[in-house]
């Protein structure tokens, strides 16, 4: 005897179909055989205990706060519990009730719906890049004097250049090529200066190598004239905040695009008060809200990808838990790109310099993969890429063997 972890639907199907069910049996047994947890926010009293007296019918639950039976208290947070059959049936339930209930149950089929996508095709302005099926690495090239691991390093056009193809011969996937540092305390630099230091390096890279090359800016006009020279993707700190421009030209261009959480900006972003009420909630609002504007601007919904800005406005601690929850951000439908490479939150365990944080970005990469990262950018390509393979083969290891 024993407990069998089924993660997904696609697991639990596999079991069933090794046990020998019939197919119909296990059309119908597979949603029953995955448990999930669904969080809605300050719903009304009445809304809480209708959820919560038709889940217990279905053999769930759903926790609301003291007070709500009597509707003493005017708001309440509700936690759904259950199998995703029952959640589902939940949702058809309601899904013609009066005070806002249909709305619900489509926000909580298409949030079932987002947290099984296992595999995305994510376009950039040339081509399609499948992630799911294999870990992406992003390969970071920063044309800067100070950037906190590596700046100045490869500041100059030719230095920066033998970087990227040397990153590129290591088995990189894509390369993030930034002309302002971002590290915490850093102030902008002016557009031209950015422009002088980028553009030249992916005006010569893009002859030298066959993988996608992307610009880590938040300023429309550098993205522009980058993705004019030959970059395909567009990585954004700032999720469109920083510039007005910035989705007009993402969709323009068709660049694919990375939306990233941050508080305030480089200068100030670790200073003040960090606190969160809700982390991974206000992450995740925050992303989504950002992914509306490139929609709503003209992005295709194909072309965008969500990071959770690790050691952008986060405490040592919240940097943990992010990678921890990372799986949460699969609600949005979106692929999950993370930068934990050498960041201080590691060097603050390991007691290392930022170029010596190997051994702990390796942790923190294959944690973030097991969570449900597709892309990671690293400094440390070769060893990364070795890294991501093991991982990727063990959570892409069958549940039975045949």
């Known amino acids: 005897m024993r407990i069998v972890d089924i993660r997904n639907r696609e697991e639990a199907v596999e079991i069933l179909k ?95 719906k987002n947290t099984g996508l296992e595999r995305f095709v994510w376009k950039t302005s040339r081509r399609k890049i499948i992630l799911g099926e294999q870990t992406r690495i992003m390969g970071i090239l920063n044309v800067t004097p100070d950037s906190f691991s590596d700046g100045g390093i490869f500041f100059t056009t030719e230095k920066a250049v033998e970087r990227g193809v040397q990153m590129a011969e290591e088995g990189a996937d894509m390369i ?8 915490p305390g850093s102030d902008s630099v002016p557009v031209h200066v950015e422009l002088k230091r980028v553009i030249p390096v992916i005006k010569t890279l893009v002859k030298k190598v066959k993988i996608p090359l992307s610009i880590d800016t938040k300023k429309a006009r550098v993205a522009q004239e980058a993705v004019d020279a030959g970059a395909e993707i567009i990585n954004d700190i700032s999720a469109l905040n920083a510039d007005k421009k910035m989705a007009w030209t993402a969709a323009q261009t068709k660049a694919a695009l990375v939306l990233m959480h941050m508080r305030g900006n480089p200068a100030n972003m670790q200073k003040g008060h960090l606190g969160y009420d809700d982390l991974m909630g206000e992450i995740t609002d925050y992303l989504r809200v950002s992914m509306q504007k490139a929609m709503k601007a003209g992005v295709e919904k194909d072309s965008v990808a969500v990071d959770p800005g690790i050691g952008f406005g986060k405490t040592f601690s919240d940097n943990h838990r992010i990678i921890r929850n990372l799986a949460e951000l699969k609600t949005l439908g979106m692929p999950i790109l993370i930068g934990t490479s050498r960041k201080s939150f590691i060097g603050q365990i390991t007691g290392d310099a930022p170029s010596e944080r190997i051994e702990g970005t390796a942790a923190s990469v294959v944690a ?23 991982t990727d083969a063990i959570l892409h290891a069958r549940q039975v063997t045949e």
């Open 368 to 390: 973030a993969i097991l969570k449900g990262c597709h892309v990671i950018r690293v400094h440390d390509v070769a060893v990364m890429k070795k890294v991501a393979a093991v």
């Open 176 to 183: 993030d090529i930034g002309g302002e540092s971002t590290r």
């Open 18 to 112: 090794r046990i020998d069910v019939d197919p119909y049996g296990i059309g119908a047994m597979a949603p029953k055989a995955v448990n999930i947890n669904i969080l809605l926010k300050e719903q009304p009293c009445k809304i809480a205990n209708i959820l919560k007296q038709e889940m217990l019918s279905l053999g769930g639950d759903a926790a609301v706060a003291r007070g709500s039976v009597a509707c003493s208290v005017k708001t309440t947070d509700v936690l759904i519990m259950g199998t995703i059959k029952q959640i589902i049936t939940l949702a058809g339930k309601i899904s013609k009730q009066p005070f806002g209930l249909s709305l619900i149950a489509h926000d909580i089929l298409e949030t079932i």
